[in-house]
């Protein structure tokens, strides 16, 4: 069994013994575990005495000659923590951040918490909040929302939490095409505007990135998978400028003053280093996958850049140039 599998069914538990007030039977808790978990009442007996040793205080009462477990009174409902004005405008403005996934769980359990405890402030730090709400403003730039695809995110997180198979129908842009695959998913990414399924995918037998949005069909399989446990997503995507991978090449770019003003203090890349150079310019090297995704990044800094090298890479900013001034 995943251990992923354990830990879910565990949260189930704990979840129906806070809302139960007056505790609830191994039946009952067996019960209210979803549909595709066993119900074996040893089972949840295990979960129960596991998550006695993990600290929960559960305790045993006989109610009408049944058995019930509950939650410690004082530990069933946490008292409500006590955010000051600025803590909580922190968490509105994180929550500014997550607008594109408006209507999927984690949007709506964030919009809730803050609800909680903004309803805990008295009127003078509603006013102060109004206040510091008018002081900051997030804009995202490009990105897709995600609102229509609450369903198939909510399919993806239970099956990366439970380790199980997920059968795609996916729409490939390149190939205007639609295929079914099968894969292991094993992370959700939130990169550039778009979310990405991270998944070992059966068909290339590699990992591959999805886009969530092109995901057409999602259906959650019996089969299990195991994580590697070498995979670090950081890594395998450590040299995509933002999400192309591909062959990486030592890039390196020189700004005119006017650009090198912006361009020095943003971090573009991990692997990015910057040296002053006369005049006010600014030399830039780093090692990037050599895709479309560095070629528009670099064209997007007009007349201000000079492709230094390696040759491939500014025969393909030339090419592009071109090609967008035979079309203008």
Known sequence: MPRNDQVTRQWHLLRHLEAAAHGATLQALADALPADFP?????????LEALEAAGFPLLTERVEGRVVWKLLDGFRRIPALTFSPTELMALTFSRGLLRPLEGTQLQGALDSALAKAAAALPAPGHDYLTQLDGCFAIGLGPHVSYRAHRE???KLTEAITKGRTVQLRYFTAS???????EVDPYRLWYASGGLYLAAHCHLRDAVRLFAVERIRTCTLTDHAFQLPLHFDLEAYM???L?????TPVAVVLLFDKATA?????????????TTPQPGGRLRMT????????LVGWILGFGGGVRVLGP???QAAVRATAEQILART
């Open 286 to 293: 780093l090692r990037a996958a050599a895709t479309p995704e």
């Open 261 to 273: 003003a912006w361009v020095k203090d943003r971090t573009w890349h991990a692997s990015q280093r």
């Open 39 to 47: 119900k074996h009442l040893r089972t949840v007996r295990r979960d």
């Open 238 to 240: 450590g040299d995509a």
């Open 242 to 246: 933002r999400v192309m991978r591909g």
């Open 175 to 181: 190939r205007t095409a639609t295929t079914r695959r």
């Open 152 to 154: 198939t995110i909510d």
């Open 311 to 313: 040759p491939e890479l």
